[in-house]
């Protein structure tokens, strides 16, 4: 058996700069040539969406591929092309696409009428359902993951009487104002370990409202409770995802799960598990 040695020093880097530089070339050529549909679309788009896309994180470069049908781990793009889908709508078809059961109850129900703006008793059936997986005691619906934990930091305040929301470092949680910092913040403007930076993620937000936000790093349990003894009796809540999504998947230590929640407790802070994306993909019953 022979091993080669990669080549080491600033002409082997150059090497491998170029070769990189050529792939690149040649596939942006091919996606180009393949996704003529998805450019004509985009030339309509973008002069009605942002990027032309319904959300920002959907922009793409040199534009986005638009997808037009999908059928289980399948889907097609508007040229037509074929993709096996591993995102799956952020693992919310965490079924497939257009699964045949999902299609004929959607069917079904959208054939008695959608929206009353009056509880329905399919509503109180699928509440007991989800109160059952999750082990809780109510559930109120919310719209979009925004929505949702909005009312989860509202609820928060409300119960403590206090105003600071706690988050970490680099996760998602929607855009409303109180959690729209440090969500993948560019390296300048990170801060360090010891105490990451709050970087607000848009303009617009209220000009005080870092105030009202701390951050601390994922599975850094000392860093969390150093905060708390500072900062504890200002803090509502701590929203966090038990295992973190919008970097990439960061599994947490379960140690470290259990601690969160031991200091919350001995702080008097709420502890708000987002759950928007692990929800049903971890577990029927959610992250434990
Ligand atoms: C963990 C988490 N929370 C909240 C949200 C916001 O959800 P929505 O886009 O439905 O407002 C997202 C969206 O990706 C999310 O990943």
Known sequence: MTTTVPPRGEAALERLLARAREIAETETARLLERTRGSARLYERARHILPFGVVSSFQKGSPYPIYVSRGAG????????????????GFGAMVVGHAHPRIVEAVREAASRGTHFAVTTEEAVEYGEEICRRFGLEMLRFANSGTEATMDAIRVARAATGRDVVCKIEGSYHGHHDAVMFSVIPNADVMGGRERPAKAPVSRGLVKDAHRYIEVVPFNDAEALERLFTERGPDIACLIMEPAMMNIGIVLPDLAYLRRVRELCTRHGVVFIYDEIKTGFTIAAGGAP
């Not at 097609?76 to 096996?84: A, F, I, K, T, V």
């Open 73 to 88: 781990s399948h889907i097609w793009d508007q040229d037509g092309q074929e993709y096996l889908d591993f995102h799956g």
